[in-house]
């Protein structure tokens, strides 16, 4: 079984278009994050969020909106795509909130491409 | 504030030579010291950590690293790499915060 599970893996949309990347985790942690990966390898979190409670919201264009229907999920909506939204965006949990003790586990990664 | 810094973005070893990746943290509280790798179009895979207790950790594959808090360095290493290791590392750091900050990353390379 996968521990974090992001859909879809591949997403290439043409600007202007509103697109969402789902996250799944099966660990029962109570903390999930995004984060975005430029092409330069950087990590930057997005957003965090502590059973369905947002508690991080970095600098980002009000166009990304998170959404956590229950602990286990954390969605990623995107309106109006642009093309410097091009990046890997990665989901991520830990079991608790705060210092992440446990480290966290990362999904795979959607590689999104705007055209 | 919080930061890392991975000294070199690009390191290059050969088959069977020491790897070295090099990690500075600054932190205002005892740190808790993350390193990962991400094979390519893969997620991050946590390698290894140090929260209390021996300095000297270590992890999967082989690799170990130890916290020097009088240098605030979390330098990563390996006796002998192989081909496999070739990947992107991160080191990253956490503090009383709820988040981690990742360094830039350190791109391996190994030659056979």
């Known amino acids: 079984d996968t521990a974090v599970s992001q859909t879809p893996k591949y997403l290439v949309t043409q600007m202007g278009n509103d697109k969402s990347i789902k996250c799944e985790q099966n660990?029962?942690?109570?903390?999930m994050y995004w984060y975005k990966q430029d092409s330069k390898k950087f990590l930057k979190i997005m957003f965090s969020y502590n059973n369905k409670e947002l508690i991080i919201n970095e600098t980002v264009p009000n166009r990304f909106s998170p959404k956590s229907p229950d602990k286990a999920h954390l969605n990623l909506h995107i309106n109006s795509l642009e093309l410097g939204d091009s990046a890997v965006y990665f989901c991520?949990?830990?079991?608790?909130?705060?210092?992440?003790?446990?480290?966290?586990?990362f999904g795979s990664g959607t590689r999104l491409t705007v055209v | 504030a919080q930061s890392v810094t991975q000294l070199g973005s690009h390191v290059s070893v050969s088959e069977g030579a020491l790897v070295l990746l090099r990690c500075n943290y600054s932190s205002s509280v005892p740190p808790y010291l993350f390193w990962y790798v991400q094979y390519p179009n893969q997620g991050l895979q946590l390698l290894l950590k140090?929260?209390?207790?021996?300095?000297l950790v270590k992890g999967i594959n082989g690799f170990e690293a130890e916290f020097k808090k009088s240098e605030t360095s979390f330098h990563l290493t390996k006796p002998s790499a192989h081909m496999s290791d070739a990947a992107e590392y991160f080191c990253a750091v956490s503090d009383t915060g709820n988040q981690f900050y990742f360094g830039t990353g350190t791109s391996l390379t190994v030659i056979p």
């Open positions: 140090y929260t209390t207790g021996a300095t």
């Open positions: 660990l029962g942690h109570d903390t």
């Open positions: 991520a949990s830990s079991q608790d909130r705060g210092r992440g003790k446990g480290g966290y586990t």
